[in-house]
Nanobody
Framework: QVQLVESGGGLVQPGGSLRLSCVASGYAFRIYVMNWYRQAPGKQREFVAGITGAFTTNYADSVKGRFTISRDNAKNTVYLQMNSLKPEDTAVYYC??????WGQGTQVTVSS
């Protein structure tokens, strides 16, 4: 049974930073692609960033240069470092396993 548990969300002012974490269990973490998605109120869920087992990364254009995805295979954890946050980054952020498993989400609110 794959389980994904996110943490690290919260309220931050514009220009601030947050780091999200997703701890995975129930499978061979290191060989799978892991992604972050987000869903803002009234909008569809959208891709934010992904990282392969070989540590290749890709990002949505809206977050390039501001967000960094990484993984620690020894800890079965994927991270999303978010810098220079904007109000439009406000959303529930979800961890995703390439085979379609999702975490419960963590709320990120960017507001002054």
């Amino acid at each position: 049974q794959v389980q994904l548990v996110e943490s690290g969300g919260g309220l931050v002012q514009p220009g601030g930073s947050l780091r999200l974490s997703c701890v995975a269990s129930g499978y061979a973490f290191r060989i799978y692609v892991m992604n972050w998605y987000r869903q803002a109120p009234g909008k569809q869920r959208e891709f934010v960033a992904g990282i392969t087992g070989a540590f290749t990364t890709n990002y949505a254009d809206s977050v390039k240069g501001r967000f960094t995805i990484s993984r620690d295979n020894a800890k079965n954890t994927v991270y999303l470092q978010m810098n220079s946050l904007k109000p439009e980054d406000t959303a529930v952020y979800y961890c995703n396993h390439q085979n379609g498993f999702w975490g419960q989400g963590t709320q990120v609110t960017v507001s002054s």
